[in-house]
């Protein structure tokens, strides 16, 4: 599979929103589940949403409480994260990935995108 890639991020302010996009080649984007993870400066990468290309099922990490939403575009062959309510906590680099099962584990997924870079201003 060949690597997706992201885009969307920049800089806002806190309270804002900004909608990421993750595009991927037709044989990277057909596989079972796609998610986002994100990753801050000394900090561990963590999960943030997941979801069924083909059945669209969604799994969100606790933290999120609403405030972003992931959705899918089959026919675009892409995968969106709407990010709402930015807290400066939420800067970070959003990775997108694919993976063979529907999990929030890193472990079970493959084809890292190179990132995108969200930054929120206080």
């Known amino acids: 599979q060949v690597q997706p890639v992201e885009s969307g991020g920049g800089l806002v302010q806190a309270g804002g929103s900004l909608r990421l996009a993750c595009a991927a080649s037709?044989?990277?984007?057909?596989?079972?589940?796609m998610g986002w993870f994100r990753q801050a400066p000394g900090q561990e990468r963590e999960f943030v949403a997941a979801i069924v290309r083909s059945a669209g099922t969604i799994y969100y990490a606790d933290w999120v409480q609403g405030r972003f939403t992931i959705s899918r575009d089959n026919d675009k062959n892409t995968v969106y994260l709407q990010m709402n309510s930015l807290k400066p906590e939420d800067t970070a680099v959003y990775y997108c990935?694919?993976?063979?099962?529907?999990?929030?584990?890193?472990?079970?997924?493959?084809?890292w995108g190179q990132g995108t870079q969200v930054t929120v201003s206080s």
């Open positions: 037709g044989r990277t984007f057909r596989s079972y589940a």
């Open positions: 990935a694919t993976s063979d099962r529907f999990t929030a584990n890193e472990r079970n997924y493959d084809s």
